[in-house]
């Protein structure tokens, strides 16, 4: 029986708990007439698209909008983590239309082969209307076989009721770790490592023996006083107060203060840490590209952007400008959200390589059993 | 559970008459099941061996290498200060044995009183797995919620406090209550199985003739159950042996087993040869445990 | 007597143990927010919603027809093969042991894996465009259950001594009469904890199903861990809730009418069924 979590797993957030923001959905649904005539260019095509992704991860209204303009029907199928999705299609499987990795796995997938090219005759809307920087990603230079879906960053939260402190460094994160042995991680290398490596003052992305040396020490003395180890129940835990202070993601940060009514505050650490970004990938296999394309298309109109927006609380890579109106806009605002410039600055992606991996996955391994 | 040395003489007989010589149902009946089999499980498990000999390239791409990497990997045994022997796979034997004697513990006596004293047995039974149809994960969540000490039964006793100070949450603790729970059925079953064939008369005879009721237990109902607490045994033991679920659901993910070892080569890591060269000694050593397990068996049961 | 009755409380108990755990799920199945924690107060609009999904009700449906159709096919071939093989000679017996204890011990992820592996290749091979979907589940399952259905009904075949099929058989009886007449009402108990096991196994597998499963064929443990990164959602919750409420009166109702139909038939049918 299996497999589950332990593997990475990208932030959502609840979108649920967050009340406000339906209201103002709704509100802005009306008002943005904008995108109406571009979701429209995707003309009646009919079909089927097979969408595997997480879960929750689209706005419902997307969906049936979606189906209403375009006549394709959308069969959903959800995975739990990018490396049982990737550990599918490398198996083999095959008839996914639509998949949506995080940006090292989207790499990974493109360095093996396992995604399709892109036709980008087919996606005017993102050609017009994406921010430029999101059309030029580490991950896949050339936009040869990815859209930018949202991204976010990796930061801690902590219970103000519980925490005396404010940290605000990853150096006091691991202070007060120690201080209360009432920490949760996420069940995810990349992120932990990297975390520490920045506040080692290295790069998120080292690779550096020596570094890596350093990290496994700090990690080793941490893992006496860490609760759980998870990548989705770790805020739950900290709602429930099993842990006070966790390292996650920045949706999963809001979430968790909007369910504590403001008692948890979500934390970029001044040293660094990570930016991630989902992309919209067809992996080999796929039955329906053109349907594919038309779902990508479809949702760079900017009030569909909007409404997966004010859904999924994740930054949009539409031009900043284009979401003023939509049902995204009253969150335009929101540093959690979208970070300032000068925080976005001091993050990295993630980049680390084939071999990087796999040092950094036996100082995992052996934190995980130590 | 060490085979009695001596059964009750009925079952022996019978046994013994049984000789490999007489008439017996056809050997062909294992074709069907030994072909599905073959076919889909040692054709795929092919895959398998063949990975463990081969070598990650790039992020996770094989290459058919035929080399003994993995296998060396394995026998160098450490990763950092980690011995995966001394660390990982006794761990994982320890949970097995815990989990194999509390469901045995508990079932036993649930299986002898659904198949002796029980009015409405098959209903019983039935309710014993009813729970098991609703899901792996949900059940797993609710143990989430019960060993919660903010749990609102505990809050209302009083008890938080308690709960709290016992830190069973994210605990072995909590694994080993979720493994019971989850593996009782396996066992109760197969208890059932065994035990509700039993001629209740003779443990009756038994005491009558002066056994006291512990020694009667002994003399006719253990053997006459052994079959039935080892066929429950194995279904517990063996599966075990993989878990990996609960401990990352209920014991915060903090104790690393084989199974979690196997998984986390294929799942997080990407590394499928070294997964599959893990595996390939679990599932050799293990197989081989139980032929010598199954052997001696044979040989006091005469299985054969 | 004493013991009888010490015996039943101490059953009791057990079953409070088995159930606490699910009665708090169908509790919080009836809670109206969307919060799995706290309560905030009652509501059964999570039993609509769940009703109203898709992707729940299919995946249900295709659940429990793969689950009963493992169920059936692993009791035939576990059952022929717990018939036979006990007496076998060694050198033919040992290696289907070591064959079905393989599929026993083999950890599930890698046997997935494997399948998924094996299905695609296989499929490709006799130009299937996709070899992926509720049969290939269905083919995977059946490995690993009919063991677990041989393993018990060997059990009690074993121990249940085999004068009757002997004496059966010098009469000139065939297998299969004997079968049906001397063999099956005695291991029909055992028949029926191992189709139980079975059909438990496959209707809670998730790494299996997940990993050979094509992209229509999903089931309901699929559709569950997916929706994982929330914890449990409500509507699966109430999933939770209606399918334990619906197999208890199923499982209930079911008994009653069999026991009726039994008395109605002479006594001494199928013995503890």
Known sequence: MSDELSMWERPLNRRGFVAGASAAALAAAGLGRLGATDALAATEQGGTLFYYNWAQYVNPKTYAEFTKATGIKVKKGFYDSNETLAAKLRGGARGYDLVCPTGYMTKELISEKRLLPLDWSKLPNVKRNADPKFLRTGDDPKGTYSVVKDWGTTGFMYRTDKIKERPTTWREFVALTKKYSKTSLVDSSPEVVGSIATMLGYSYNTEKQKELDAVRKVLLELKPHIVLLHSSNYDTAIARGQAWMGLGWNGDGLALAARLKGKARYVVAKEGGEIWIDYYNIPVGAANTDAAHAWINFVYSPRIAGLETSYTYYGSPLKRSLLRGTAAGALLKDPVVFPAPATVKKLETNQVSAAGKRLRERIWTEFKAS | ?304 | MNARRGLGAYSLLVYVFLYAPILVVVAFAFNGGREVLFWEGFSTRWFEVALRTPEITEALRRSVLIALGNALVACVLGTMLALALPRMRPWLRTPIDALAYMTLVTPEIVFAIAALVFFVQAGDAIGLDNALGWHTILIAHVVFNASVVALVVRARFVSMGQSLEEASFDLGAGALSTFRQVTFPRLAPAIFAGGLLAFTFSFDDFVTSFFVTGPTSETLPIYIWGQLRFGVTPAINATAAMMLGLTLVGVVVAYLVLRRSEQGRERGGLPGV
């Open chain 2, 1 to 304: 559970m060490a085979p009695p040395e001596d059964g009750p003489k009925e079952h022996r007989r019978g046994l013994t008459r049984a000789g490999a010589g007489g008439p017996r149902y056809p050997a062909w009946l294992v074709l069907p099941a030994v072909s599905w089999y073959v076919l889909f499980f040692l054709v795929p498990l092919g895959f398998i061996v063949a990975t463990s000999f081969g070598t990650v390239v790039g992020f996770s791409d094989i290459a058919y290498t035929w080399s003994l990497d993995n296998y060396r990997y394995l026998w160098d045994d450490v990763v950092g200060e980690l011995h995966i022997y001394r660390d990982i796979f006794l761990a994982t034997f320890k949970l097995s044995i815990v989990g194999t004697l509390s469901t045995l513990a508990i079932g036993f006596p649930l299986a002898y009183y659904i198949a002796r004293y029980a009015k409405h047995k098959t209903l019983l039974l039935l309710l014993v797995i009813v729970p098991f149809w609703t899901s792996f994960l949900i059940r797993a969540y609710a143990w989430l919620i019960v060993l919660d000490p903010e749990f609102p039964l505990f809050r209302a006793l009083g008890m938080s406090e308690l709960v709290e100070r016992q830190g069973i949450l994210f605990s072995e603790k909590a694994i080993f209550i979720g493994v019971t729970y989850n593996y009782l059925p396996l066992m109760v079953l197969p208890l059932y199985a065994a035990l509700e064939r039993m001629d209740w008369s003779l443990v009756e005879a038994a005491q009558d003739l002066g056994d006291s009721p512990l020694r009667a237990f002994r003399r006719v109902t253990l053997p006459l159950a052994l079959p039935g607490i080892l066929a429950g045994s194995l279904l517990v033991f063996i599966p075990l042996t993989g878990e990996y679920i609960i401990p990352v659901i209920l014991g915060g993910n903090k104790t690393f087993y084989a199974g979690s070892l196997i998984a986390q080569q294929f799942l997080e890591s990407g590394d499928w040869p070294l997964g599959s060269a893990i595996a390939m000694v679990v599932i050799g050593a293990l197989t081989i445990a139980l032929l010598i397990y199954a052997r001696a068996l044979g040989k006091q049961e005469q299985y054969g």
